[in-house]
């Protein structure tokens, strides 16, 4: 189970980071588009993670993996581009709000 707890600290950071920009303007908008973003995005990955699995591109240690699949790709694939979705924009609220002050 080594790939769900290196998943950890990315997940812990974009849930710190998407809360701690509730408080700036558009956050109920900018979930909204997050989280399209995400659903778009996770089937993205199940359509092209299970064809990279399934032609031997790569493959993971099933040791390392929470067992979870989606087709052949692994649950653990998933976070990344569902952090991506909410903590770039996230990010880019916190900073574009810095600058607003400066």
Known sequence: MTYPLILLPFVALTVAVTLSSARRPGFARRMRASAWTALALVVLTA??????????????????????????????????PVCAAFLVPAIFSLVAARRDTA
């Open 47 to 80: 359509v092209f993670d299970n064809i990279m699995i399934a032609v031997d591109l790569f493959s993971y240690p099933a040791a390392h993996l929470s067992g979870i699949k989606v087709g052949l790709a692994p649950l653990e694939d998933f976070a990344y």
